[in-house]
């Protein structure tokens, strides 16, 4: 499979604990965004990495959310301290933007499903 | 106000009906839009980019109007398979994707 892979698909956890999440692109992309999303809502942007470098974080993204793509590869996502807000669906996506188009769609993974006991 | 916005719907069909969803967008310096299909507790998928001359890919049309900055999406003979929410996306400056809430479309038989 050469989409996008995140695990775990689901994580169940207790209030305080911390937990990671990780987000394997599609090979040759160097754009990978993490989005999160609440039921009725459309997904959220958190942060965007280019290669290994990370350009832009949310405001949504506290100080309890770290992400890094190390070696501009895979990335992954920690919360530390979880609370119960935290509980969403947590998509990563990565994009390649061929000759400078504009028009150049991200592909999403399935998404980590977070819920905080 | 969001930088997108959709009505959530949800729109309730009868199969072989003809549906249309809207969508408006607040920056206009925004350059590239696309229509995702996302089902119940799946990812969004990309169902079409939206061109400037509009354009179509068989049962769908996407048209966007940069004037009144709105982004359009018909379906034509509904099936009971187009059941799921529909995400309006602009590209906001090279690299951010900002999403509607979605308009959820129920076709039914």
């Given at each position: 499979d050469t989409g996008v892979s995140q695990d775990p698909r689901h994580k169940i956890t207790k209030r305080g604990q911390n937990v990671t999440f990780r987000c394997d692109p599609i090979s040759e992309h160097n754009r990978l965004y993490w989005y999160r999303q609440t039921l009725g809502q459309g997904p959220e942007f958190l942060t965007y990495f280019q290669n290994e470098a990370q350009l832009e974080k949310s405001r949504l993204l506290s100080d309890r959310f770290s992400a890094e793509r190390p070696k501009g590869s895979f990335s992954t996502l920690e919360i530390q301290r979880t609370e119960q807000g935290d509980s969403a669906m947590y998509?990563?996506?990565s994009s390649y933007p061929r000759g400078g188009s504009l028009n150049t769609e991200a592909f999403f993974g399935q998404g980590t499903r977070l819920t905080v006991v | 106000?969001?930088?997108?916005?959709?009505?959530?719907?949800p729109f309730n069909v009868p199969e072989g009906a003809t549906v249309a969803f809207n969508c408006t967008y607040s920056n206009s310096a925004s350059q590239s839009f696309f229509w995702y299909r996302q089902d119940c507790r799946k990812e969004p998928k990309l169902l079409m980019s939206v061109y400037s001359s509009g354009n179509?890919?068989?049962?769908?049309t996407?048209?966007?109007?940069?004037?009144?900055?709105?982004?359009s999406l018909l379906?034509?003979?509904?099936?009971?398979?187009d059941s799921a929410t529909y995400l309006c996306v602009a590209l906001?400056?090279?690299?951010k994707y900002i999403f509607g809430t979605g308009t959820r479309l129920k076709v039914l038989a």
């Open positions: 998509l990563c996506a | 106000r969001k930088e997108v916005e959709q009505d959530p719907g179509e890919d068989g049962r769908f996407a048209q966007l109007n940069r004037a009144s900055q709105y982004i379906i034509r003979d509904s099936k009971l398979s906001s400056g090279t690299y």
